[in-house]
């Protein structure tokens, strides 16, 4: 069974960087072919697909947040990363990590989310 866990700061101010990190346990980050994807979903909104991982360690991320996203993994602790630039409170959300298959919000196993509120 594979279970994903997020963790960081609930509370960020605007202009900061919004770091999250998702530690999966039950199952490799480097196992073919998955995909390991950071997900929001703002108050009152459908989710949003942001960037995945894939196995191999490329990347991929929304056109509309590829100039502040960065997504990076630590295969010895079986984690993975979301950077988010210069977020502002429209980036308020629920946060989830998810193991899918690409882009996209197709998943089979999520993390239970993790509030992020961007507020000064």
């Known amino acids: 069974q594979v279970q994903l866990q997020e963790s960081g700061p609930g509370l960020v101010k605007p202009s900061q960087t919004l770091s999250l990190t998702c530690t999966v346990s039950?199952?490799?980050?480097?196992?073919?072919?998955?995909?390991w994807s950071w997900i929001r979903q703002p108050p009152g909104k459908g989710l949003e697909w942001m960037g995945v991982?894939?196995?191999?360690?490329?990347?991929y991320y929304s056109p509309s947040l590829k100039s502040r996203i960065s997504i990076s993994r630590d295969t010895s602790k079986n984690q993975f990363s979301l950077q988010l630039r210069s977020v502002t409170p429209e980036d308020t959300a629920v946060y989830y990590c998810?193991?899918?298959w690409g882009v996209g919000v197709r998943s089979d196993y999520w993390g239970q989310g993790t509030q992020v509120t961007v507020s000064s």
């Open positions: 039950g199952g490799s980050i480097t196992t073919s072919y998955y995909g």
């Open positions: 991982i894939p196995y191999d360690g490329s990347t």
């Open positions: 998810a193991r899918g």
